[in-house]
Nanobody, 114 residues
Framework: QVQFVESGGGLVQPGGSLRLSCVAS????????MSWSRQTPGKGREWVAR????????NYADSVKGRFTISRDNAKNMVYLQMNSLKPEDTAKYYC???????WGEGTQVTVSY
């Protein structure tokens, strides 16, 4: 019943921007911190960003700090990830989750390349 549906990925040149969206359902969204993670073939999931229940506190991996911004809209059960100054090493499939407490969605692919 718990679902995460990510969208907004695509192909972008280095230095470009993308905004990812995630629609969550099937649980008490407002009671959970939310996170974005990413995965490439042969690697485990890498945590990227986290936001607290009311959006008052955000945390980022060092690799994306200053470039990515996580936000949420509790009225819409949505989480967002604004990605600026993208680098080729940001290429990955991106997933949202409630700190990994539930099964993962399909994710959305981000490819940063010329």
């Amino acid at each position: 019943q718990v679902q995460f549906v990510e969208s907004g990925g695509g192909l972008v040149q280095p230095g470009g921007s993308l905004r990812l969206s995630c629609v969550a359902s099937g649980f008490a969204f407002n009671n959970f911190a939310m996170s974005w993670s990413r995965q490439t073939p042969g690697k485990g999931r890498e945590w990227v960003a986290r936001i607290t229940t009311s959006g008052g506190t955000t945390n980022y991996a060092d690799s994306v700090k200053g470039r990515f911004t996580i936000s949420r809209d509790n009225a819409k059960n949505m989480v967002y990830l604004q990605m600026n100054s993208l680098k080729p090493e940001d290429t990955a499939k991106y997933y949202c989750n409630a700190d990994g407490r539930f099964s993962w969605g399909e994710g959305t692919q981000v490819t940063v390349s010329y």
